[in-house]
């Protein structure tokens, strides 16, 4: 049976036979013409069976450090939060300061305490993140996307909820970069009829 190298491990198996009596070694260039094309090859294809195989499952296992804490971090625009979750009784501190000296709009601490909601756990964890570059509405769903992961890592129970609702999905949109002869990235330049 011909040996299956690992990089085609799916490929089929091929069963293949020579016949066993020896030739005579080639001492004429006519000998070696005969030689080369003068071993039949029997080639027998068995297909391999995949109907019964199941995907393994992938085991997710719980990410916490030695004192308790899971890491994560989020990102959003050009904004970069780095998340520490731990259990607790809610409180959420941002570069030093709680959350809601750094995020004074309601509308930020919303999109910050998403994910609790999502997993019923409002009050049960304290957080303590560091966010820099962008602005406030990009660091707010920095810091989101920091707790949604770092939620993961403490409990993989929470992934299914969490991703459905899309938390753990980096959101890819940025700005579009300006381009030459325009004022901004579409903007064209102001036209005069006359």
């Known amino acids: 049976m011909a040996k299956r190298d690992d990089k085609n491990?799916?490929?089929?198996k091929v069963e293949v036979k020579r016949s066993s009596r020896k030739k005579p070694a080639a001492t004429d260039m006519k000998d070696i013409g005969a030689a080369?094309?003068?071993?039949p090859v029997e080639v027998k294809m068995t297909a391999l069976d995949f109907s019964t195989a199941q995907p393994e499952a992938i085991k997710r296992v719980q990410?916490?450090?030695a004192?308790?804490?899971s890491y994560a971090t989020g990102r959003r625009k050009d904004a970069v939060a780095r998340v520490w979750l731990?259990?607790?009784?809610?409180?959420v501190t941002v570069n030093g300061r709680d959350q809601a000296v750094y995020f004074a709009r309601q509308t930020?601490?919303?999109i910050l305490n998403q994910p609790f909601l999502i997993?019923?756990?409002?009050?049960?964890f304290d957080i303590v993140c560091t966010v820099k570059g962008g602005g406030l509405s990009g660091q707010a769903g920095a810091v989101r996307h920091g707790i949604s992961r770092a939620l993961e890592n403490f409990d993989p129970q929470y992934r299914p909820a969490l991703k459905k609702a899309g938390m753990l999905t980096r959101d890819s949109r940025v700005v579009e970069r300006k381009k030459v002869g325009k004022h901004g990235?579409?903007?064209?330049?102001?036209?005069a009829k006359r």
């Open 67 to 69: 004192k308790g804490r």
């Open 36 to 39: 080369a094309g003068a071993a």
């Open 185 to 191: 990235a579409r903007r064209t330049k102001q036209w």
């Open 9 to 12: 491990k799916d490929a089929p």
């Open 63 to 65: 990410k916490i450090d």
């Open 119 to 124: 997993v019923e756990s409002v009050g049960h």
């Open 86 to 91: 731990q259990r607790g009784n809610g409180k």
């Open 108 to 110: 930020q601490r919303l």
